[in-house]
């Protein structure tokens, strides 16, 4: 997706369709002189959020077709309404099929221009994208490729800047949702680092991939232990960009990358297992808001790391009962092989100390019991500290891509007790998520740290099964809000 702006009288835009208000037709009508005609073509139109109505305009127009835009109370759209207003638009281009258009977004409602087309661009994105790698189908149907998003000259600098951004941040939730759509026979660790490399053709970005031998050395025994099983070898893959001032502390982005996760010995029942292909969300989440920064040429210091790894039963797989040594000295007892995130992510977060880093953030489809907590709406947040987490909440809250905060209390530590090691890698039944999150917590004291558990958020189940590229969006505007 390609967007652009343009500007000058909206009667005067030369455009297969435009997308606008319901409320902007009269004036439109007015400059084009087909009020009447607009009059009674939308006369049934049901103007509530979420309704489109698409209608042809006299040929003498030089726009062609308007998408009409329900919007319901324009003054009093809530933030869902608007969400509901553009998921509709986009939905429309989609239908419409042209491979150009144009959306004027001037609404008369709480939200700024500049807000209203972030989220506008975030949407026709989200709506517009397919994964069309595997498959041979031949009728490959025209979709919207340019979007110019029309607006006033007062509001001009504003709608560039959120133009800047949005075309960042499709092409970061792209790769995001590329990755994690790929089949884990194609994307496996060594697949996730081949596509890190790519990174390095920028100047300010070095990359560096780990290998099992390089991993062992460093001493990273709990990651190790996941990738054990596998006859993929593990990957630690490293991005370093440099976008900020040499001195200044970076952000250290932190994925969980397995590519697939069959349980190990502990093996998931078969049902949706397929689905497991997701588990390298995070890995995908972050190489995508990393493409998004280096695309948007932002101007922070940014690491990235991504334990990459194939969680597999074999006769060299962990086993339950096995006591193994993290990176950070800290021993764990593997009570269950299919609890394997956290034991590739405490390694990478000791590894992230290094960077004496500003903040360190983990994001990970960690726990199925988060799915239960808090369903595909919001993202389950942990943090050790509460500016980061109100940012990463201020964040989430503006691009629609929330996150919600949970305890790490001391109080849920002493589930991870173990009688043979410094701690067990499973905290029992109760309160799955924040035991998972206090373990990776033990491993994240040197610095201020948040941890996102996207097991509801990163992809869709049943018939739009797929990746959502959540959370790049939220990731990428905590570190445009950083700059
Ligand atoms: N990758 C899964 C978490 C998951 C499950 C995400 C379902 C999305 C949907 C993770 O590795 C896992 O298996 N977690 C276990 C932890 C348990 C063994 C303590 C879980 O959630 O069941
Ligand atoms: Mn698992
Ligand atoms: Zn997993």
Request: glycine share 8%; aromatic share 6%.
């Amino acid at each position: 997706m390609k967007y652009t702006t343009k500007t000058g009288p909206l009667a005067n835009i030369k455009t297969e369709c435009l997308a606008l208000p319901s409320s902007a037709l009269g004036s439109l009508g007015k400059q084009l002189k087909i009020n009447t005609y607009l009059g009674h073509v939308t006369r049934d139109f049901d103007n509530a959020p979420g309704r489109t109505l698409l209608i042809s305009l006299p040929s003498t127009c030089p726009i062609k077709r308007l998408l009409v835009l329900g919007v319901g109370k324009e003054s009093q759209l809530s933030d869902a309404q608007l969400q509901k207003v553009l998921n509709a638009m986009a939905a429309g281009f989609k239908k419409a099929g042209f491979t150009s258009a144009t959306a004027s977004l001037t609404l008369k409602c709480s939200k700024k221009t500049y807000a209203i087309t972030r989220l506008a661009l975030d949407a026709v994105s989200s709506t517009l994208y397919e994964f069309a790698a595997q498959k041979n189908s031949t009728s490959k149907s025209k979709s919207l490729s340019k979007l110019a998003i029309h607006t006033q000259a007062r509001d001009r600098s504003m709608v560039l800047k959120a133009v800047r951004e949005g075309n960042a941040l499709d092409i970061g939730a792209s790769l995001s949702r590329d990755l994690a759509n790929c089949p884990p026979n194609i994307c496996n660790p060594s697949y996730l680092a081949r596509s890190a490399r790519k990174f390095s053709t920028d100047k300010k970005t070095t990359v560096k991939i780990l290998d099992e031998r390089q991993i062992t050395k460093l001493g990273m025994g709990a990651f190790m232990s996941v990738s054990a099983g596998s006859d993929q070898p593990g990957k630690f893959i490293i991005i370093e960009y440099r976008g900020g001032k040499a001195k200044e502390a970076p952000i250290v982005l932190v994925g969980k990358g397995i590519t697939f996760d069959s349980g190990g010995i502990s093996l998931k029942p078969g049902a949706a297992m397929d689905e497991m292909k997701f588990d390298m969300g995070g890995a995908a989440a972050v190489l995508g808001t990393t493409s998004s920064v280096i695309a948007a040429k932002l101007p922070i210091n940014l690491v990235t790391l991504v334990a990459a790894a194939e969680n597999m039963p074999s006769g060299k797989a962990s086993r339950p009962g096995d006591v193994v040594k993290s990176l950070s000295g800290q021993t764990i007892e593997i009570l269950n092989t299919d609890a394997e995130g956290r034991l590739v992510l405490c390694d990478a977060l000791t590894y992230a100390e290094r960077y004496k880093p500003k903040a360190v953030i983990d994001v990970a489809t960690l726990t199925g019991a988060c799915v239960m907590a808090l369903g595909s709406h919001a993202t389950g947040m942990f943090a050790n500290h509460d500016q980061l987490a109100e940012q990463l909440d201020n964040a989430g809250n503006f691009i629609h891509d929330r996150v919600w905060r949970l305890p790490i209390w001391d109080d849920y530590q002493q589930q991870l007790n173990s009688n043979f090691a410094d701690m067990a890698n499973i905290g029992g039944r109760e309160a799955g998520s924040i035991t998972a999150a206090c373990f990776l917590s033990r491993y994240a004291k040197k610095y201020h740290w948040a941890h996102l558990d996207i097991a509801g958020t990163a992809w869709l189940s049943g018939a739009r099964k797929g990746s959502t590229g959540r959370p790049v969006p939220l990731l990428f505007q905590y570190l445009i809000d950083q700059c």
